[in-house]
């Protein structure tokens, strides 16, 4: 990991450089995994400069109340909800709320998936090494999510790589994924748009589209 800030121009040239930092992976039976929205243009870059598919694992946040951006916990894959037990005890979360939100989550991610790749059955890892991608992580609660649901799946290996996250993002993920790689780690760590010169929020449209683009070329 490099230390210090460093800033990326937008999704695809950070995609192109960890593209570069995962090039030993290359030749292994890989599967790259994008997470959406904004991952998915970072996946695609990897994907490509490494001749390996591209695929989606679809997290959503569950936010708190009042608050959507503040992350009390993520569901990803069958429904399986990854919740922080002492955030929502200390904001006096309502079991009620959580039940409601992981039930809004999953719908989403159906919704998600069908506009993003029709009905083609989730992706098949058994066996294969995983390049698990974001454009970054804050919190990790969604990442961490993706993570477990893809470790039921049966890959070989789950390897987690984002352009950017704070330090101690590493220690979050020890025992979930089996490597964790991380272009730069800079403090103070606010939000992941901080590190890129462009940083637009990503449509479905987009990630369609880059999905199109890139099956059609290979």
């Keep these: 990991m490099t230390e210090g800030l460093s800033v990326f121009q937008n999704r695809v ?8 930092a995962l090039d030993g992976f290359r030749g292994e039976n890989l599967l790259v995994l994008g997470i959406p929205r904004g991952g998915v243009l970072v996946a695609a870059e990897v994907a490509q400069a490494l001749g390996a ?18 992350a009390i916990g993520a569901v990803a894959g069958e429904g399986r909800a990854i919740i922080n037990s002492g955030l929502v005890a200390s904001l006096g979360v309502p079991e009620e709320y959580i039940k409601e939100q992981v039930k809004k989550a ?7 998936r069908r506009r993003y790749i029709g009905d083609e059955n989730a992706p098949d890892v058994g066996n294969k090494v995983v390049l698990l991608v974001d454009d970054g992580l804050a919190t990790g609660y969604t990442a961490l999510a993706a993570a477990k649901a893809v470790r039921m799946l049966g890959p070989r290996r789950i390897v987690l790589a984002v352009p950017v996250a704070p330090a101690d993002a590493a220690a979050r993920f020890e025992g979930v994924v089996d490597e964790f790689i991380c272009l730069s780690t800079p403090e103070p760590f606010f939000a992941v748009g901080q590190f890129y010169s462009e940083f637009h929020q990503v449509t479905d449209e987009e990630v369609v589209s880059r999905l199109r683009e890139l099956r059609a070329a290979s």
């Design 13 to 20: 040239s950070a995609g192109r450089q960890l593209a570069v």
């Design 53 to 70: 598919p591209l695929d989606l694992i679809i997290p959503r946040k569950i936010g708190a109340p009042g608050n959507e951006e503040l």
């Design 106 to 112: 999953i719908d989403e991610i159906d919704r998600r």
